[in-house]
């Protein structure tokens, strides 16, 4: 299991996706698109990936928003496995 990574840590993390903000336990996104549907196409690409990897966001659907928070629920903060399922989300995002 992947050990809880400290505030410098998270910080180097950070530099990799930039687009992401921390309040020190989760991570957090918005992604905007030009409609509903776009939004529901986006979450079932996340939920997809989210269960390669095993590890589940936190989603919430608003109209053409999506808000995505991640942490890593058993270790109640972030870890590495946060970050990685972040980098995989952005490149959905980046399509």
């Known amino acids: 299991m992947a050990d809880l990574l400290d505030a410098a840590e998270i910080k180097t993390y950070l530099k990799k996706v930039p687009e992401w903000e921390s309040d020190k336990k989760r991570i957090e996104r918005t992604f905007e698109f030009e409609d509903f549907a776009g939004s529901i196409e986006f979450v079932n690409l ?16 608003r109209d053409n928003k999506v808000v995505l928070s991640i942490y890593t629920h058993n270790k109640n903060g972030l870890t590495e496995l946060d970050f990685q399922l972040a980098e995989r989300i952005d490149t959905l995002a980046e399509e």
């Open 46 to 61: 996340v939920a997809e990936i989210a269960e390669e990897q095993e590890h589940h966001p936190e989603i919430e659907v």
